[in-house]
């Protein structure tokens, strides 16, 4: 049974920064792509940023672009979205996926974890 678990988010002032942890248990975390979403209050959720199985291509909404990195320790079954320069827009409870690289879809989600950047 495949399980994500965040952690990391929190209360920041705009301009601060936050590191997001995932970490993954009941799957071979290194045939697996991952991701990061987000949803805000009222919203649909909306793609973060994803990284590929080797750590080689990772991919931003334009939003985060510069701003947010996501990596990967295939060794720890862990990723991590590291948030710098973060805006009140940014607010929104992130969850982290996993899809198995030969599926389309993600297929395993994990909790959520609150990030609220003050103005």
């Known amino acids: 049974q495949v399980q994500l678990v965040e952690s990391g988010g929190g209360l920041v002032q705009a301009g601060g920064s936050l590191r997001l942890s995932c970490a993954a248990s009941g799957l071979t975390f290194s045939a697996y792509y991952m991701g990061w979403f987000r949803q805000a209050p009222g919203e649909e959720r909306e793609f973060v940023a994803s990284?590929?199985?080797?750590?080689?291509?990772?991919s931003y909404a334009d939003s985060v672009k510069g701003r947010f990195t996501i990596s990967r320790d295939n060794a720890k079954n862990t990723v991590y979205l590291q948030l710098n320069s973060l805006k009140p827009e940014d607010t929104a409870v992130y969850y982290c996926?996993?899809?198995?690289?030969?599926?389309?879809?993600?297929?395993?989600w994990g909790q959520g974890t609150q990030v609220t950047v003050s103005s």
């Open positions: 996926a996993a899809r198995f690289y030969l599926r389309r879809e993600y297929d395993a």
């Open positions: 990284i590929a199985w080797s750590g080689g291509s990772t």
